[in-house]
């Protein structure tokens, strides 16, 4: 298991080894995601350090971003009777 504490000590040594720097950690306790990211910036791209809560993994990725879309308005279901 990587817990906060390891999985912001790899990033940060992941950064420093590649010349990039730390940007911001996304951190979870929930059920998912099931990992932590650190996500390093260099001159012309981002990456995320990606360090799974219940396995001693740890991965480069291109940082998970979480949008949102707008739910359109559904018309009423009819109950029967």
Known sequence: MLDVRRSKAVCY???????????????????????HQGV?????????VVGDRRQPLVA???PRAI???????????HRPA
């Open 40 to 48: 390093i910036t260099f001159d012309d791209r981002s990456v995320a």
């Open 13 to 35: 040594r992941v950064a420093r080894s590649t010349g990039g720097s730390v940007r911001e950690f996304r951190l979870t306790d929930d059920v998912t995601p099931s990992f």
């Open 60 to 62: 480069v990725a291109e």
């Open 67 to 77: 949008t949102f879309t707008a739910v359109a308005r559904t018309a009423r279901l």
